[in-house]
Structure formats: structure tokens, C-alpha cells
């Protein structure tokens, strides 16, 4: 059965100097709407999959975020419910348009961790990710073990033949090779750092979607 799936992220970005997050939730959702809009089929599908990585959710946003009636209308499953409890003010959050369990691997960090969805009638996994911030020797490292146990993870579980596992969030990484090269010239990160700030996902396990795919959409065949 032929299905399209299209996975968005978004860091709602958790700041004391930013508008309340009822002003900018507007804005947001249409964003959403735009990108859900977009993603259409160019051909006829079956069956469509949406799912939403959200990073820096705060206790104050997740109401408004569920409550919305869009979001309700194409993500109506939640790994959270409005009254859930947060043990930090940025956490991560993930909705689909259909059902799926769900379960969080802990990074070593203080809450720092990924959430990972497995959807139950479609063979793929979602890992929502937020990788530590900042381009500094400490940080780099701490995304690199990050990123490692991610990968070991999904290498060495039982995931079963055929299913695929997608992982969205925010990585937090520096692709400009100017940044990289003037944080090296200001002495912010070392050389050995400036080495392998770009092997921090191994690209041997993990593809990137931009440069594997030619849409925006990962299309799925369930019956692999």
C-alpha cells in the first residue's frame, strides 16, 4: 500500500527576551500549515503520514500547541497531554497523524535525550532529537556521544528488516565553514575539534535527507 509520509521540525526556541508564546503561535502554525500544504502528493497515495518534531516545548506552550485546532486536525496523536509534567523548560514533543508508542533514549546530559515514535501500522521509526548547543571543544563532544549512542542504538536493536528510521530535531551543528574556521582562529575550539565537528553523525549509518531525496517527502512501501 503506497503511503506518503512527510516529517516537519521546529525549535519553538524557549527565550525569557521573546514575545509570549500565544502571539507567535499564529505564525507558527502557519508555517506548519504551509510546510503540510506543500508536501502534497504529486501523485495519489493511499494513505498520508504526518508527524511533528517539536524542540524547546515549555510547560506554558504545550496547551496552546494541542489545543490548536489545525494541529488537532493533522497531528491528533501526542507523546504528551496538556497537563503533562516537564522536568526542564525546553523539552521535545512529537505528534502524528496516526497512532504509535513511544520511548526516550537518555543522553548523559541533564535532560538531554531523544524521543523516538514507532508508528504501529507503518514500518518506520521517528527519532526526535535536540543535540547540545554551542560550537566549543566541551559541546562538540557532547554531541559526537550523543549522536554515538543514537547510532549504536539503532545498529544494535532488534529494529525489524524493512522498517526505516528517520531522525529530525535540532542538531545544533555549524555547517558553515567560516564559523568553523574563525572559532578555530579565536582559539574557541581546538584542532582536533575543528577535525571532527563534521563527523559528529557518522554519515556511514545516517543519510541526509536533502541530499538522498529529491522531495521533501520520504515515501514509504509497507509491504517491506
Not at 193 to 220: H, N, P, Q
Request: hydrophobic residues 40%; aromatic residues 8%; proline residues 6%.
Amino acid at each position: 500500500m503506497p503511503v506518503d509520509v512527510t516529517i516537519s521540525s521546529y525549535n519553538l526556541m524557549v527565550e525569557s527576551c521573546a514575545p509570549p508564546f500565544s502571539s507567535r503561535l499564529p505564525r507558527i502554525v502557519a508555517a506548519i500549515s504551509e510546510a503540510i500544504t506543500q508536501s502534497l502528493p504529486l501523485i495519489q497515495v493511499q494513505v498520508q503520514v504526518f508527524a511533528l518534531c517539536l524542540q524547546e516545548v515549555s510547560s506554558e506552550m504545550l496547551p496552546l500547541l494541542l489545543g490548536d485546532p489545525l494541529l488537532r486536525k493533522f497531528y491528533p496523536y501526542s507523546t504528551h497531554h496538556p497537563s503533562s509534567l516537564f522536568l526542564s523548560d525546553r523539552n521535545i514533543v512529537t505528534l502524528a497523524s496516526v497512532p504509535f508508542s513511544f520511548f526516550t533514549i537518555e543522553f548523559p546530559e541533564r535532560h538531554k535525550s531523544s524521543l523516538v515514535i514507532a508508528l504501529e501500522e507503518f514500518p518506520l521509526e521517528v527519532a526526535n532529537v535536540h543535540l547540545t548547543s554551542a560550537l566549543t571543544d566541551k559541546s562538540i563532544t557532547a554531541k559526537k556521544a550523543q549522536m554515538d549512542i543514537l547510532t549504536r542504538f539503532f545498529s544494535d536493536s532488534s529494529v525489524p528488516r524493512g522498517k526505516k528510521v528517520i531522525m529530525a530535531g535540532d542538531f545544533n551543528l555549524t555547517s558553515s565553514s567560516d564559523t568553523i574556521e574563525t572559532a578555530l582562529s579565536r582559539r574557541i575550539i581546538t584542532q582536533e575539534t575543528f577535525r571532527s565537528v563534521r563527523d559528529v553523525i557518522d554519515s556511514s549509518f545516517w543519510e541526509d535527507a536533502f541530499l538522498c531525496l529529491d522531495r521533501k517527502s520520504t515515501r514509504l512501501n509497507s509491504s517491506h
